[in-house]
Nanobody, 124 residues
């Protein structure tokens, strides 16, 4: 099992930046594909970005391409989401998740473990 703890959320003006971090417990972090998801009030949870076990493959939702960057440091058991040029529509609770069954996935159902979420609010 792996436990995930997100941090770095907050309030930012449109056009600003935030860096989310997700720290994972355990010694097998490199065996998990990782993803960032978000859920806004009244909306379903959606994939934002995903990264493969070794970090060589990444996926981005169309809505964040060119603005967000996912990365991971397996030595530090941490995955990051750098968010630039933030927009009010990026406001949501952001969750990181880990998938043991998939080497790389953008499918929500393939993620087994979830963090508690961190709130991001972008003001206009």
């Amino acid at each position: 099992q792996v436990q995930l703890v997100e941090s770095g959320g907050g309030l930012v003006q449109a056009g600003g930046s935030l860096r989310l971090s997700c720290a994972a417990s355990g010694r097998t972090f490199s065996r998990y594909a990782m993803g960032w998801f978000r859920q806004a009030p009244g909306n379903e949870r959606e994939i934002v970005a995903a990264i493969s076990r070794g970090g060589g493959n990444t996926y981005y939702a169309d809505s964040v391409k060119g603005r967000f960057t996912i990365s991971r440091d397996n030595a530090k058991n941490t995955v990051y989401l750098q968010m630039n040029s933030l927009k009010p529509e990026d406001t949501a609770v952001y969750y990181c998740a880990a998938s043991y069954k998939a080497a790389f996935s953008a499918v929500t159902a393939e993620y087994d473990y979830w963090g508690q979420g961190t709130q991001v609010h972008v003001s206009s």
